[in-house]
């Protein structure tokens, strides 16, 4: 069929190839409804592509579409999992960059609605980084996606990349839809209004114009009642089959394949068959009898087996329609240890959930008990926590008390570690040390020992954490343990950090070197945000700084999606103790806007920030914040994730913000600082003692305390002032000097709450001074200077949205209709409210840009 109104879209696919031949790669996105011509767009205007299917399995192939490519090219590119499928892939479209070389043929997905989760991993890497190359990626997908659907992800995650283009292949004109019709018997308005111009549809009445007023099946129906036994015979059999089938399945019946390609059924080429649209694949499927349909499976899965080239998700997919049980429980046992090996988790965890609900479950429980463990290992890495609880349950129970104490052990060592309440996971992960170590020093001992050093470290017993991560590192590094060694440094790095004793954060530096050498991209994102986050909460800004800036760029360049929010989310609080709360807002309303962010820790840090900040603004909603960050700390009943909340609620309703409902529990803050005393932790037992100091329960703070908030709280507010300032905390410096009776002290908090518009405090601090008899007391600022972030005018918070585009003083005066002089004053005053040094730095940073703090509001630099 003639291809019409498609002149455009053949243009931009033609201008990207030539563009990817100069060394400007890009993927392009090509959308549309089933059957509107996305495939015919791309053979007519790319007709050396080399192309990749995703198929509607039940569960698809992991990274199903590169191996389809990987075949194909030259050299080929044998991988196995995500990697090093991608890495290759990303080599062979650098290939010989520069040179003068034959064109790269582009890459096409097909069909990545049915993409499975290796593959978008491969996909999302090279998208990424195609722009440096002479490749050009093309993906089509059904425009039909609900809004959960894993593409959506993908396509946010590259969305923003500049080399990144979409083509919609919209339906037919009327106009183009008589032009094709024309020389047919079917009236043009009848035609369109059969097909509404579906390319597809179109194309069907073209080849039968008598089927005008019947359905897409009873047209393909005909046709193939028209072929000989032996034709329809062989489209049966390929009917059942989703996707491309390759002649080696055909065998003899290969020779039968010519009279359905005459027909319009079947398109072919060397070494492959498909229908000519998957709604006729389906149209001849679903003409088929039940008992039909059931033997042409069980034939397709005998094949299968009988073919070396044969994945096991087709196979297990076959086998549980022809209703073969045993079949289809080995078939998916070795399709999920494939997806496992490729990066393909969710698929993974598809297969081992239909073993484990089939038929033949809890025949073999010790066996049965590996696959919920496997399965709870899957469901954790994808997120779904609740699943990850219960499977690990399940494969507890399949090895009660009695049987195998190693692998009751194992089981419940896992369930420690993905059980939220702290105390429970504290249970479990000393029950699995004492299980292992009757049976002495192993591999799962060491682990058992990482792990409750972990919950000890997370719980801020740091003491105990120490002595149990040293005793796991020791018998790690005797063992050659690489991942268990990663897992007891970060639990060691972070207590010795935490409490004081190892400032350049040593074992945390260690741990993320490790990680990095052994490629434990998991362990990677886990060190990175335990160093992030420890140094931050030891106040150790410039360490935590670095670390982020570090840790950002390797997520990204290892597409570590999972351990950013997190790491954004401390960096979020270190730039709020820093005051630099225009900042530290931004990232917060990234973190919550970002999918899921509600349900993780990294909500906690993000409500609770956002909550503190309002109420030293005097902003409403504070109560709504906090809420949200005290349902997820609940959760885990964990000392780090309690006291901050219970802190900046006792902070919220001395500052005044309206939260009765979250203070009316007064011993929530004595219950934290007492945990806090117990375990020996000087900041919580700081932050929560200055609270309970002011509300009346406590008259001095113990030498364990901070030295800061010891020093404040004792009598010594003018000196407290003078560490926080040291520390970098503008803050907490004015709210101690706010205690002051020396009126220079009184006055230096009001001058750094009116720059941080903190109306509550500043309200204080000038109460304080007319206390101390001050009478000439400076006007706090405009309200409408009030309402913004750092106290920022309107004007100059449109200015700062124009800077944070990279826009000049020069283009900013052009828009705002201002003079040149007056952007650079407004640009000035930014800069100083903000704490900020250069243009740059009020940008937000991105994965690979500098984080380091350099100032803050009212201190010197």
């Not at 369109?192 to 111009?197: A, C, D, I, M, S």
């Not at 990232?587 to 906690?604: Q, S, W």
Request: aromatic share 4%.
């Amino acid at each position: 069929m003639v291809l019409l109104e498609r002149e455009a879209e053949v243009a931009t696919l033609g201008a990207a190839a030539d563009a990817a031949e100069r060394g400007a790669g890009s993927l392009i996105w090509v959308s549309g409804e089933a059957g509107s011509g996305k495939s015919a767009l791309l053979r007519a205007a790319l007709p050396s592509a080399i192309w990749g299917f995703c198929e509607p399995l039940s569960t698809p192939r992991p990274l199903g579409p590169f191996r389809d490519i990987e075949k194909q090219l030259e050299p080929p590119l044998p991988s196995a999992d995500v990697t090093s499928m991608r890495d290759r892939l990303l080599d062979w479209l650098t290939a010989n960059e520069g040179a003068v070389t034959p064109r790269r043929p582009p890459l096409i997905i097909e069909d990545a609605h049915w993409i499975d989760d290796a593959s978008a991993d491969v996909l999302r890497f090279l998208g990424r980084r195609v722009a440096k190359t002479r490749g050009l990626l093309v993906v089509t997908f059904r425009d039909e996606l609900g809004s959960d659907h894993p593409l959506r992800a993908l396509l946010g995650d590259l969305t923003g990349t500049g080399a990144i283009d979409r083509i919609n292949v919209a339906p037919l004109s009327a106009d183009a839809v008589t032009q094709l019709v024309q020389a047919t018997t079917v009236h043009a308005d009848e035609a369109y209004r059969l097909t509404k111009g579906n390319a597809f549809l179109v194309s069907e009445l073209v080849r039968s114009p008598q089927a005008a007023g019947s359905s897409v099946l009873d047209s393909v129906s005909a046709r193939l009642m028209r072929l000989p036994v032996a034709s329809r015979t062989l489209v049966e059999f390929l009917s059942v089959i989703p996707g491309r089938v390759t002649g080696s399945l055909l065998g003899a019946d290969w020779a039968f394949i010519d009279d359905a390609v005459t027909a319009g059924l079947l398109n072919v080429d060397a070494t492959a068959v498909e229908f000519r649209h998957e709604l006729v694949r389906l149209a001849v499927e679903a003409g088929l009898p039940p008992g039909r349909r059931r033997e042409l499976h069980a034939e397709v899965a005998k094949r299968m087996l009988a073919s070396v080239t044969a994945e096991p998700a087709a196979i297990a997919f076959h086998a549980r329609l022809a209703r073969d049980d045993a079949l289809a429980r080995s078939s998916e046992i070795a399709a999920a240890r494939q997806a496992v090996a490729a990066g393909s988790h969710r698929q993974a965890a598809e297969h081992l959930r239909r073993v484990l609900e089939g038929p033949d479950s809890a025949t073999e429980p010790a066996t049965d008990g590996a696959l919920w463990l496997a399965l709870s290992h899957e469901e954790y890495l994808i997120g779904r926590d609740a699943a990850a609880v219960a499977a690990a349950q399940r494969a507890v129970e399949l090895h009660p008390t009695g049987t195998d104490p190693r692998q009751r052990a194992v089981a419940v060592c896992w369930l420690s570690r993905v059980t939220a309440s702290e105390a429970e996971s504290h249970r479990l992960a000393r029950s699995a040390v004492e299980m292992l170590e009757p049976l002495g020093p192993g591999s799962e001992l060491a682990e058992a020992y990482a792990y409750l050093a972990t919950n000890r470290m997370l719980a801020r017993d740091l003491v105990v954490a120490e002595g149990l991560a040293q005793r796991a590192l020791t018998m790690a590094e005797e063992l050659g343990d690489i991942e268990t060694q990663v897992v007891a440094l970060q639990a060691l790095g972070a207590a010795r950090t935490l409490s004081g004793q190892e400032p350049d954060c040593h074992h945390l530096h260690r741990a993320v070197g490790l990680a990095r050498e052994g490629g434990l991209d998991a362990e990677l994102g886990r060190a990175y945000s335990n160093l992030v986050s420890a140094a931050g909460e030891a106040r150790l800004y410039d360490v935590s700084g670095r670390a982020t800036t570090e840790a950002l760029a390797e997520f990204l360049a290892r597409d570590l999606d999972g351990h950013a929010n997190y790491t954004r989310a401390w960096h979020a609080r270190c730039l709020f103790e820093q005051g630099r709360w225009s900042q530290a807002t931004a990232r917060v309303d990234e973190i919550i806007a970002a999918d899921g962010a509600l349900k993780t820790i990294a909500g906690v840090t993000a409500f609770t920030i956002q909550g503190r900040i309002r109420a030293r603004r005097g902003d409403p909603d504070v109560a709504g914040s906090l809420r949200e960050a005290g349902a997820l700390a609940a959760r885990t009943g964990s000392l780090q994730r309690t006291a901050p909340v219970a802190a900046a609620v006792q902070e919220a309703a001395w500052l005044g913000a309206a939260v009765p409902e979250l203070s009316s529990d007064a011993t929530a803050l004595e219950r934290n600082y007492e945990l806090a005393l117990q375990r020996a932790n000087a900041w919580a037992v700081g932050e929560l003692g200055l609270w309970m100091w002011r509300s009346g329960r406590l008259a001095t703070l113990p030498p364990i305390a901070a030295e800061p908030y010891r020093r404040h709280v004792n009598g010594e507010p003018e000196a407290a002032g003078e560490l926080w300032r040291e520390i970098g905390c503008p803050y907490e410096a004015a709210d101690a000097w706010s205690d002051s009776a020396q009126e220079r002290y009184v006055r230096e908090s009001l001058r750094i709450f009116t720059e941080l518009a903190a109306r509550p405090g500043r309200q204080r601090a000038a109460r304080r001074l007319r206390e101390l008899g001050v009478r000439s007391i400076p006007r706090g600022p405009r309200a409408s200077t009030a309402q913004q972030a750092d106290g920022l005018t309107s004007r100059e918070q449109e200015v700062l949205s124009w800077v944070r585009q990279g826009y000049t003083d020069a283009e900013i005066a052009a828009r705002l209709q201002l003079s040149v002089k007056t952007v650079g004053h407004h640009v000035s005053a930014v800069l100083r409210k903000t704490g900020s040094r250069s243009r740059r730095e009020l940008q937000l940073p991105t994965s690979g840009e500098s984080v380091t703090p350099e100032g803050s509001p009212g201190l010197p630099r």
